[in-house]
């Protein structure tokens, strides 16, 4: 949205003299969505670290600096931690 949109948009809520409860309303309505994606934008950025640290962990395990988990280890573990 442009800045003139939103000059207008706030013109146009400030001219309707919402009583409290409908500002409390409005207000709450648009921090949800902005906390929305708040929450989508962690989520992805941890995505993305966890992918980069696992693409060094294979790149590693190519140069036979460290030795991956076979499937069946990774299961146990998370067995063990009580995830599975």
Avoid: C, S
Avoid at 15 to 43: F, I, N, S, V, Y
Avoid at 69 to 84: D, I, K, P, Q, W
């Amino acid at each position: 949205m442009t800045t003139m949109a939103l000059n207008n948009l706030w013109n146009y809520l400030q001219g309707l003299h919402l009583p409290m409860k409908d500002r409390d309303w409005l207000a709450g309505k648009l921090m949800e969505a902005t906390e929305k994606e708040k929450e989508t934008r962690r989520q992805q950025e941890y995505v993305k670290e966890t992918l980069y640290r696992a693409l060094d962990e294979v790149e590693a395990a190519q140069r036979g600096e460290i030795k991956l988990m076979t499937l069946e280890e990774f299961e146990e573990e998370l067995a063990a931690e009580g995830v599975l």
